[in-house]
């Protein structure tokens, strides 16, 4: 079983065969994965199994550390979520993109918060060696974003940066034995 498909899985909550190769048909031979409309997707009993995956990586982790992390990032997170309503939102009203100033300003905040978030990768990346795949997946969306492709800042069905911030989020929600109701009533959900 491979452990970091499943969790990339319970993570989307479908992906294209392709994104998981070989492992896809052994782990539909499992009965872990099914096939949907949109893709592969857990059964009841994959997520069962990705969720015990998160808890024997949690439980191979020094707590202290991944506290660390956590904190890191939530230290983060407030200036991010502010910089992504500005970008959907400008006075008053939906930001239609049309001010590329405006949306350039965002870009380079967020530019600054890539860069902050680096030491945090580093720290997760070295706790959990799969969480490595963040930090190549951030700078591929603002590179994009960059390029002036706009819809790499929140669109949801693709590795965009806000995307790829939850999942991040999420991750280390998980690896402290934190859930999402209590970040969220904590003020610090992604």
């Known amino acids: 079983m491979n452990a970091s498909v499943l969790i990339l899985l319970r993570l989307k909550g479908f992906v294209k065969p392709e994104a998981i190769g070989a492992d896809s048909d052994a782990l539909v031979t499992a009965g872990l994965v099914d096939t949907a409309k949109l893709g592969l997707r857990l059964t009841p009993a994959g ?3 990705a969720d015990a ?4 990586e949690r439980a191979s982790i020094p ?3 991944i ?3 956590h904190a890191a990032f939530v230290a ?4 991010f979520k502010g910089l992504v309503a500005d970008w959907q939102l400008r006075d008053g009203g939906p930001n239609d993109h049309s001010d590329i100033s405006y949306d350039a300003k965002i870009v380079e905040r967020l530019d600054q918060v890539d ?3 680096d030491p945090v990768l580093a720290d997760a990346s070295g706790l959990v060696t799969r969480l490595a795949r963040y930090r190549p997946a951030f ?3 603002l590179d994009k974003l960059r390029d002036g492709e706009g819809r790499w800042m929140a669109a949801p069905i693709i590795d965009s940066y806000h995307t790829l911030w939850f999942e991040l989020h999420e991750e280390l929600i998980r690896l402290t034995g934190r859930t999402r109701a209590a970040e969220a009533a904590a003020g610090t959900a992604a």
């Open 67 to 69: 506290e660390r992390v």
């Open 63 to 65: 707590a202290e550390a």
């Open 76 to 79: 983060l997170n407030a200036e």
């Open 53 to 56: 995956a998160w808890q024997a």
């Open 139 to 141: 700078t591929a969306a």
């Open 47 to 49: 997520r069962i199994a």
């Open 115 to 117: 860069r902050a978030l």
